[in-house]
Protein backbone atom coordinates (compact mmCIF):
# COMPACT_ATOMS: atom_id res chain seq x y z
CA UNK A 1 0.00 0.00 0.00
CA UNK A 2 1.50 3.29 -1.12
CA UNK A 3 1.38 6.38 1.44
CA UNK A 4 -0.58 9.64 0.41
CA UNK A 5 0.53 12.96 0.45
CA UNK A 6 -0.90 14.99 3.65
CA UNK A 7 -2.84 17.88 3.22
CA UNK A 8 -1.40 21.12 4.43
CA UNK A 9 -3.53 20.45 7.82
CA UNK A 10 -2.90 17.04 8.07
CA UNK A 11 1.04 18.05 8.49
CA UNK A 12 0.28 20.60 10.94
CA UNK A 13 -1.47 18.43 13.14
CA UNK A 14 1.27 15.90 12.61
CA UNK A 15 4.38 18.11 13.12
CA UNK A 16 2.60 19.30 16.53
CA UNK A 17 1.50 16.03 17.55
CA UNK A 18 5.39 14.86 17.26
CA UNK A 19 6.29 17.75 19.07
CA UNK A 20 4.33 17.13 22.13
CA UNK A 21 5.93 13.59 22.44
CA UNK A 22 9.44 14.47 21.84
CA UNK A 23 11.11 14.28 25.23
CA UNK A 24 13.35 17.88 24.45
CA UNK A 25 11.70 20.84 24.69
CA UNK A 26 11.15 23.25 21.74
CA UNK A 27 10.23 26.98 22.35
CA UNK A 28 8.61 28.98 19.80
CA UNK A 29 8.63 32.52 20.48
CA UNK A 30 9.45 36.03 19.09
CA UNK A 31 12.24 35.91 21.19
CA UNK A 32 13.40 32.28 20.43
CA UNK A 33 15.77 31.29 17.65
CA UNK A 34 13.66 30.06 14.89
CA UNK A 35 16.29 28.17 13.13
CA UNK A 36 15.52 25.07 15.92
CA UNK A 37 12.03 24.75 15.09
CA UNK A 38 13.14 25.36 10.91
CA UNK A 39 15.12 22.66 11.34
CA UNK A 40 12.53 20.47 12.59
CA UNK A 41 10.08 21.50 10.31
CA UNK A 42 12.54 19.91 7.76
CA UNK A 43 12.87 17.54 9.49
CA UNK A 44 9.47 16.44 9.62
CA UNK A 45 9.04 17.08 5.79
CA UNK A 46 11.49 14.68 5.05
CA UNK A 47 10.23 11.53 6.86
CA UNK A 48 6.93 12.47 5.47
CA UNK A 49 7.73 12.82 1.79
CA UNK A 50 6.48 16.40 1.71
CA UNK A 51 7.22 18.55 -1.08
CA UNK A 52 9.52 21.93 -0.65
CA UNK A 53 7.43 24.90 -0.09
CA UNK A 54 6.70 26.29 -3.95
CA UNK A 55 8.33 29.89 -5.23
CA UNK A 56 6.16 32.83 -3.44
CA UNK A 57 4.66 30.37 -1.03
CA UNK A 58 4.39 33.00 1.44
CA UNK A 59 2.35 35.22 -0.63
CA UNK A 60 -0.99 32.59 -0.24
CA UNK A 61 0.24 32.73 3.53
CA UNK A 62 -1.98 34.66 6.30
CA UNK A 63 -1.54 35.23 10.03
CA UNK A 64 -4.77 35.04 12.39
CA UNK A 65 -4.78 37.97 14.09
CA UNK A 66 -4.53 38.19 18.28
CA UNK A 67 -7.16 38.56 20.54
Given at each position: ?5 L ?23 S ?29 N ?7
Open positions: MSKKESGSEAIYGFCGWLTTRKKVTKMSVHDAGVIADLVVEFCKVNNLQEPRDKWIDLIHPTSK
